[in-house]
């Protein structure tokens, strides 16, 4: 459930990306859809690592790295 929510959040933060980088080339500047885009999308990166330092902790994510 974990893993499903952390893949989600990043689908989600690419999705957000590609409208940023959208509404760069359509709006020309003219409004604030990219300042929000963008916005959306570092809460997302953000609420991505917080998910996968709770995983981590908790134990439900492990590393097999071998240091």
Not at 7 to 35: P, Q
Request: proline share 1%; aromatic share 10%.
């Amino acid at each position: 459930m974990l893993k499903a929510a952390i893949a989600l959040m990043l689908i989600a933060t690419v999705v957000s990306l590609f409208s940023g980088l959208f509404f760069l080339v359509k709006d020309e500047g003219h409004s604030n859809r990219l300042v929000t885009a963008l916005t959306v999308r570092v809460v997302l990166a953000v609420i991505t690592l917080g998910l996968i330092t709770w995983g981590f902790f908790s134990g439900q994510l492990v590393s097999h790295a071998p240091w």
